[in-house]
């Protein structure tokens, strides 16, 4: 490979949320009050989407000359070029096109929900999504006083699919308002295939409701996966939001800048007056989101490819060392998500027993992921495999030592 995925970078004293926030994301912590058996140093961090992987050289380029520019003054995007390098990356990657009027920016798609589901919903109304979830979901809906509508995905030995009839049955709520749809789905990994979507797309039109299309994990995925966004699904209903950014794929969330695609010209307007920004962006954020759409893509395969290996190392080991675990390989994201239901003592809190166990902190459960979640365990493997072969023994370890398997 061109690029090194195997190097292990200190994030120690860099104001990491992976490495310094934990304590309060997981445990609710901020004091640092609760003990653990390992110092916060030798703790292996599995939690957050978050890679470990140094940045594109062209990203960091881009970004370094933009400094050497030496003004950073008020900025947004006036001319063509971030536009056009991002439908240019759309049509390339995906078959996607949209007008670029539709394109608004956020921060980033948790501050773009907030805004959304509250501007959709208003007080009255609810939010149809499916679990388990991203926690975001849910506190986009709490923050606004909208409802909540679960619909629950269908599991069976380490898959995951929808279960129709009872999305049918929520998206025709009277109060229901808005489909939050995960296209990959964080947390299971599922790609959905362009019949799944073309009936999810039946049922939102069919009830006349909003569908904000969370799509940001849209460029991980496994070798042969293909992504089809839902605006390609769904090509002239213009209750649509597709929200999209390279900071996942690329790990920069920290620049803090996302593509709203709104096709609802009166929703988009709404959106835009409400902007707390006043529609200002980062400048580092332009130039390092323009290089990863016009000269990323080699690095995102390669990491792909990466990725991709992680995965396998990790099934074979479950499958050899607990075959009562349930796990297959996702479609999508780098996040494996693993049922240690079968093997942990009942009651088990996940998250807190991986930490005290095993120095793994790891995502897991309802408490993280809505509901649907029980026993169930996030993991990111974005990040060297020697860091994935320590964290899969010590797991391996606190697991036949809690319960002398």
């Known amino acids: 490979m061109r690029y090194d995925f195997d190097q292990i970078i200190d994030r120690s004293d860099t104001n990491a949320l992976k490495k310094e926030g934990w304590r309060e994301y997981i445990f609710k912590d901020p004091e640092g009050k609760k003990t653990f058996r390992f110092r916060d140093e030798e703790f292996i961090h599995m939690w957050v989407a978050d890679m470990e992987f140094r940045c594109a050289d062209e990203i960091l380029d881009a970004i ?63 939010a149809v999504f499916q679990t388990p979830s991203y926690g975001f979901f849910k506190h986009a809906s709490t923050y606004n006083g909208c409802g909540m509508l679960f619909n629950k995905m269908i599991y069976s030995h380490g898959t995951w699919e929808l279960d129709f009839e009872d999305l049918e049955a929520k998206c025709a709520d009277p109060s229901a308002k808005v489909l939050i749809f995960c296209n990959p789905q964080n947390p299971t990994g599922r790609a959905w295939t362009a019949d799944e979507l073309t009936r999810i797309a039946e049922i939102v039109e069919k009830n006349d409701l909003y569908i904000i299309s969370d799509e940001i994990h849209c460029d991980i995925r496994r070798a042969g996966v293909q992504h089809i966004p ?92 607990f075959p009562a675990v349930e ?4 479609d999508a994201t780098y996040l494996a998500w693993v049922n240690f239901g079968a093997v942990l003592p009942a009651g088990t809190e996940v998250n807190d027993f991986f930490a005290n166990n ?48």
């Open 230 to 321: 839902m605006g390609v699904i769904i090509k002239d209903y213009p209750k649509l939001v597709t929200c999209m950014s390279a900071s996942k794929c690329f790990n920069m969330a920290g620049l803090q800048m996302s593509n709203i695609l709104i096709r609802d010209p009166e929703l988009r307007a709404t959106f835009k007056a409400a902007d707390k920004l006043a529609g200002f962006l980062n400048p580092l954020s332009i130039a390092g989101m323009q290089a990863a759409y016009e000269s990323g893509e080699e690095w995102l395969n390669e990491m792909n490819q990466y990725v991709d290996e992680n995965y396998r190392y990790v099934k074979a080991f479950l499958d050899e060392r």
């Open 64 to 126: 370094k000359a933009r400094v050497d520019h030496g003004i950073l003054g008020y900025s947004t995007v006036y001319s063509n070029a971030y536009p056009d390098a991002f439908a240019a990356w759309c049509e390339r990657r995906y078959g996607f096109t949209f007008n670029k009027e539709e394109l608004c920016y956020s921060p980033g798609i948790i501050p773009a929900l907030f805004q959304l589901v509250g501007d959709i919903c208003g007080p009255d109304g609810k």
């Open 358 to 405: 095993a120095g793994v902190l790891i995502e897991g459960g309802d408490i993280l992921f809505v509901d649907n979640a029980e026993g169930f365990v996030r993991l990111n493997l974005a990040m060297p495999r020697s860091s994935i072969m320590t964290a899969m023994q010590r797991i391996d370890d606190a697991i036949r030592q809690a319960t002398e398997i």
């Open 327 to 330: 796990f297959q390989i996702p």
